[in-house]
């Protein structure tokens, strides 16, 4: 029997994320890669026009994650944050629940205080808001746990979404300093495991799951500043990792049966823009004029550190230490690429882990997507890339004519049709291939920063103004 590539890519896919109880349990659907295998979609659409239902809602840029019965989502208003449970069939909500946050962390423009989508085990829901923590409800909207986390020294606000995984749940805390992460028994709320990542800063990447041909346990992938890590579900042990990164992960990888796919990009790590920076030790030599191991922003070795110097005093302390060094040092170093590396191994496998890496036109937030053996790429002012996933060649690049903006959400796809959204809420939707194709364009007319779901046939788009559900009406 043959099967065609795109049942090829769902199979494994899915092999891996049966593990999930549920289609499109967690951010961007099964292991967050944004595939479905859901058919008769349209591809023609708008506040008006093959709409089955649509919910208004307080603003949000988590998505819409799915339950047995229900729809979670999140959603913030003034000094508040919610929890939502749709109808999957109306939209109807069925309970709200409201936090009042105790305070209000630092947020970049474009995030917001609940931008973590959620997920479920199919009957419970599980969120994360960086004012708040870690929280389960019931299928009743009844609170059966809280974890308080934070406050978090980021100054965007937090991005990665929690994940299910054997019983647990998994969640990144990255931040300038401090960073973690946390297993927590999805029943019980009990941390089982919590490993500090000391070494990593700013991260917004959500983790994604891969089960090794060897039979040595699950692993979830975190894409963090420099270095690719896989740990093992169960223990949180480090298991492999792959050096070379950029020094901030905001899209979420994807991945097929032996290789990860990798977009990185932060400012000032353009391939070209590296420069060597002296040891910590070296510099103390030249620029510390008191003597006290530490540099102060009056000692610092240039005017672009001084110009920015929160940037660079991670933990907001009055001095650069030795940390922050390192800190500057390797973001001087590093290289923004879309990666594809090796999956697997034991300790460091940064030796020979890239088979291809491809450095112009790079997103900043939306995470790739791999579809049929190539990797679409979307990039503010509406620039789509088409990488063959084997070599990285280009194959395609060009733009959306009528999406020329900024993109915050991840491309989905299901049914031969690719969805973009962009900020202003523009949905192109393209006939995926090596010479891809626009095949029409939707306009929304609302601003869009949530990545849409895929399930039943049909396709859910979250806005600021609320939570859209559409399919063929006619």
Same mark, same amino acid.
């Given at each position: 029997m043959s099967i065609r590539p795109t049942a090829l890519a769902l199979l494994v896919t899915f092999s891996v994320l049966s593990l999930e109880a549920v289609d499109w349990s967690r951010f961007r659907g099964p292991n967050s890669a944004g595939v479905a295998d859901d058919t008769g979609l349209p591809a023609e659409f708008s506040p008006e026009k093959n709409v089955v239902w649509k919910t208004e809602l307080p603003k949000g840029h988590s998505s819409p994650v799915f339950g047995d019965d229900a729809i979670f989502l999140t959603g913030w208003e003034g000094t508040s944050v919610f929890t939502f449970a749709l109808d999957r069939k109306t939209g109807k909500i069925l309970w709200r629940r409201e936090i009042v946050r105790e305070r209000e962390g630092k947020l970049h423009e474009s995030n917001g205080p609940a931008s973590p989508s959620a997920t479920t085990d199919g009957r419970n829901a599980y969120v994360f808001f960086q004012d708040v923590g870690l929280l389960s409800y019931g299928p009743d909207g009844n609170e059966r746990w809280r974890i308080p986390l934070g406050p978090f020294n980021n100054p965007m606000g937090m991005g990665a979404s929690p994940i299910l995984a054997e019983g647990l749940i998994i969640q990144i805390c990255d931040s300038e300093s401090d960073s973690f992460m946390i297993a927590v028994d999805k029943d019980t709320g009990k941390i089982v495991w919590r490993n500090e990542r000391d070494f990593v800063t700013r991260g917004f990447a959500?983790?994604?799951?891969?089960?090794?041909?060897?039979?040595?346990?699950?692993?979830?992938?975190?894409?963090?500043?420099?270095?690719?890590?896989?740990y093992k579900v169960a223990t949180g042990e480090k298991s492999w990792w792959v050096r070379g990164l950029t020094w901030q992960l905001k899209p979420?990888?994807?991945?097929?049966?032996?290789?990860? !796919?990798?977009?990185?990009w932060a400012g000032g790590a353009d391939l070209g823009q590296q420069e060597?920076?002296?040891?910590?030790?070296?510099?103390?030599?030249?620029?510390?004029?008191?003597?006290?191991?530490?540099?102060?922003?009056?000692?610092?070795?240039?005017?672009?550190?001084?110009?920015?110097?929160?940037? !660079?005093?991670?933990?907001?302390?009055?001095?650069?230490?030795?940390?922050?060094?390192?800190?500057?040092?390797?973001?001087?170093?590093?290289?923004?690429?879309?990666?594809?590396?090796?999956?697997?191994?034991?300790?460091?496998?940064?030796?020979?882990?890239?088979?291809?890496?491809?450095?112009?036109?790079?997103?900043?937030?939306?995470?790739?997507?791999? !579809?049929?053996?190539?990797?679409? +790429?979307?990039?503010?002012?509406?620039?789509?890339?088409?990488?063959?996933?084997?070599?990285?060649?280009? +194959?395609?690049?060009?733009?959306?004519?009528?999406?020329?903006?900024? !993109?915050?959400?991840?491309?989905?796809?299901?049914?031969?049709?690719?969805y973009m959204v962009s900020e202003a809420g523009m949905v192109s939707v393209l006939k995926p291939g090596p010479d891809w194709e626009v095949i029409q364009s939707n306009d929304m007319r609302d601003a869009t920063y949530a990545t849409p779901a895929i399930v039943d046939g049909k396709i859910y788009l979250r806005t600021d103004w609320g939570l859209y559900c559409l399919a063929k009406t006619d």
């Open positions: 959500t983790p994604i799951l891969y089960d090794p041909k060897d039979g040595s346990g699950l692993e979830a992938i975190v894409a963090g500043s420099y270095e690719l890590i896989s979420t990888p994807v991945m097929d049966e032996d290789t990860i !796919y990798l977009l990185n060597d920076v002296v040891a910590f030790d070296e510099a103390l030599k030249l620029h510390d004029k008191d003597g006290d191991g530490l540099l102060s922003k009056e000692e610092a070795p240039n005017e672009g550190i001084q110009k920015a110097w929160d940037s !660079y005093d991670l933990d907001l302390n009055g001095f650069m230490d030795g940390r922050d060094w390192h800190h500057y040092r390797n973001k001087r170093s590093s290289v923004n690429a879309m990666n594809a590396i090796r999956l697997g191994g034991k300790g460091d496998m940064t030796k020979g882990a890239f088979r291809w890496r491809y450095y112009k036109a790079l997103p900043n937030v939306p995470s790739p997507l791999l !579809y049929d053996g190539i990797v679409y +790429l979307v990039k503010d002012g509406g620039i789509v890339t088409a990488l063959d996933k084997n070599t990285g060649e280009v +194959l395609k690049q060009a733009r959306l004519d009528k999406a020329l903006d900024r !993109y915050f959400s991840a491309p989905v796809v299901a049914d031969g049709k690719i």
